[in-house]
């Protein structure tokens, strides 16, 4: 039975967050302003059937691509929010879903780490993805399950302050977030990154 993990629209790339795609990411390469989809179901071997249906359906580009034993996660993108509205319901009606049908994402851990230290920040440094965490900065760490959720927080978090995208975990086991900045853009980014998951609907694990 196909388990629809994660269903994530997000109506507008950040500069930060696209270039985090751009980077780390396989496919057609995203820009800034362009809306996106991220699906992850398991098992992971059927997310191949959710590209064809999406890439048949409309305009949209495929930037990532993940096919392991447990999950599979696709992302695509276009200019056209409309493109990649009608893909993601092609998405949904080759699972015989709903957007409601997708399971409701959980909050595994929220911390904010003031003022970091100069050898912590250097460890964190050595596996990110994204930008550099420097001393002295706040660093805001966010864990959810499942992990596709994580991109819907990394986004929110960059739209609603000045901070920087540190890292960013999208698929696994876990999602996982790495943010840094001032202790009050920190603080902001954090409720607007608990707040977009939160308030999505879905079915309890």
């Known amino acids: 039975m196909v388990e629809l993990r994660a269903y994530v629209y997000l109506d507008r790339l950040q500069p930060q967050f696209a270039a985090y795609l751009g980077a780390n990411a396989r496919g057609y390469l995203p820009v800034v302003g362009m809306a996106s989809i991220l699906v992850e179901i398991a098992p992971g071997v059927l997310i191949n059937q959710l590209a064809d249906a999406a890439l048949k359906a409309a305009n949209v580009r495929p930037g990532l691509m993940v096919v392991e034993r447990h999950f599979g996660v696709l992302e695509f993108h276009s200019k056209a929010q409309a493109e990649v509205k009608h893909a993601g319901h092609a998405v949904l009606t080759s699972l015989g879903m709903k957007i409601e049908d997708r399971a409701k994402p959980q909050l595994l ?16 440094n050595v596996s ?16 959810v399950q499942p992990a596709g959720y994580i991109t819907l927080a990394a986004n929110e978090a960059e739209k609603n302050s000045p901070i920087t995208l540190v890292d960013c975990r999208s698929f696994g086991a876990v999602g996982r977030l790495y943010i840094s900045g001032k202790e009050s853009d920190v603080a902001r980014a954090a409720q607007a990154a608990e707040t977009s998951i939160l308030s999505l609907a879905g079915k309890e694990s």
């Not at 990110?128 to 864990?143: K, N």
Request: charged share 15%; net charge negative.
């Open 109 to 124: 851990s929220s911390q904010i780490i003031h003022k970091v230290n100069d050898y912590h920040a250097q460890m964190v």
């Open 128 to 143: 990110r993805l994204c930008s550099m965490l420097l001393p002295g900065q706040d660093l805001y760490i966010l864990e």
